[in-house]
């Protein structure tokens, strides 16, 4: 019974015999120098027997392995890319729902800019009106009537009758006042009513709302238009200051519509504001009290008697058969007055052949309401 | 804390019909949600403390957006009390739910229209049909509002009490 016998530590293993060792360094002495023969043998540029045929079994090996370790290195590649991907991925939808946030912020912010630039401009034309910055807190419920407060009262200076703008123009009157805060009525309600002007004719009328505030197109009437006036859709409704509620000169909106109606009552035109009253957030209270402008004011009795505007003068002057006297163009009814003796006419005064002739028997310094006189 | 439920809910409804559903939706067919308050807590609590809770609802509207003050109030009044009036007198009729706020809604609509009319307003037949179509959207909206109440107040005398 054969018995092994372990090598003990630091004794190398055996591995075969002497012969085994001369035999295998004598092939690889063999093989050095054949591999040296070959080298030195082959012709330059070209491949050897062996050569070929050794390349021609490895190539194709090495291919494969080629192959093989690019396509090992894609997969990796790929899975290293596709856990990346995954990874960019989450972050770009990160990215893009905080880009989203901030370009909805971003939005809000650009519309509340315009708002308030718009309310800026409105405020700095207004700058003689006073006006005040207000934003609206409640609306009316409901939809019957349209009406809004506002976050500032006779704290801030905001009194009943005061008129109510944005950028836009025209949004209504404060009708009650809190100590901060007031109450709106808009033009678009039916209680409303604003004396408004033509921009282009200058004709004037009063300006009723309507109940439909929330309808596509929330118009208002325009009443008292004169039936001769060319009020053509397009033209610009203002403010004509003559209710001395509102200043003069806001603008109001465009006419859309003008009824020709032959009866009176029933002649109106269709106006759409200029604001969209539907999308109020900050408006500008008027503070100013309203001037009225004094040619706009109703024509008193005058106590004193009046004067009356002298006939327009012609070359032919028109004779009437009923007249007791025929006038004469030098006659000194057409003449101008002056107002000192000897001081011809001034520039305000008619045409020269008109001036007074003095009369053979009268002197020089003679005034012709002496002549009228006589 | 039962006890101020009612009227923490009708200042909820207040603050919406005021500032949140003016501002976020635009139709025609916007309901009063402190009117649907009121009918419902009528309904519930009965003709005096829904006339409370119509006169705190109304006063509230009227003094911050009423013109005129007081038109509100009044309706709102009436409603509580008719739809508290009906909620006892005809608790277990099976339409009560729904006659009462058709009355409440039908007269506030009538109400408003012809006040608005008088002012001077030019109502049409699409207003009307907006306004037939308020009052049922409130008679709908007013139901599952009665019974989320219900649960929520726990009222003394409930429409499901005895079952």
Known sequence: MAKTVKPRMGQKKKKGGRWGRVVFGVLVLLAVLALLFFLVMREPGRVSIAENAVGTVFSPVVGAVDSAAIYIRDVVQGAKDYFKMGRDLEDAKRQISDLKLQLVTLQQDSMENDRLKSLLNAKESAAGQDPVYARVIARDPGVWFNTFVINVGTTSGVQQNMAVETGDGLVGRVYEVGANYAKVLCLIDSRSAVACLIERTRDEGVMRGKTEAYSDTPECNMYYIPKVSDVAPGDVVLTSGTDTLFPKGLKVGTVTQVSRDQDSSERYIVVMPSVDFQHIEEVLVLRSVVETVPENLPVLATPSPRPTPLPTPSASPTVNPNASATLQPDDALWAWPSSMPGETAGPTAPAASLKPTPSPGSTAGTLPEDAWAN | ?163
Not at chain 2, 9 to 38: E, F, G, K, Q
Not at chain 2, 60 to 83: E, F, K, N, Q
Not at chain 2, 106 to 128: H, I, K, Q
């Open chain 2, 1 to 163: 804390m039962r006890r101020f439920l009612p009227l923490i809910l009708l200042l909820i409804s207040v603050l919406l019909d005021m500032t949140v559903l003016p501002l976020l939706i635009r139709s025609p067919y916007l309901l009063l949600t402190t009117l649907i308050t009121v009918v419902v807590l009528g309904l519930l609590l009965g003709r005096t403390r829904g006339s409370l809770y119509g006169m705190i609802g109304g006063i509230l509207i009227d003094i911050l957006t009423g013109y005129p003050m007081g038109l509100r109030t009044v309706l709102y009044i009436a409603s509580g009390y008719v739809s508290g009036f009906a909620g006892r007198r005809f608790q277990r009729y099976l339409l009560t739910p729904v006659v009462a706020p058709l009355i409440s809604a039908a007269g506030t609509e009538v109400v408003m229209g012809v006040y608005a009319v008088l002012s001077g307003a030019s109502v049409d037949g699409a207003d009307v049909r907006d306004a037939l179509i308020r009052v049922a959207l409130t008679v709908v909206l007013v139901q599952p509002v009665y019974l989320l109440y219900d649960r929520m107040i726990k009222p003394s005398w409930s429409r499901w009490a005895g079952r």
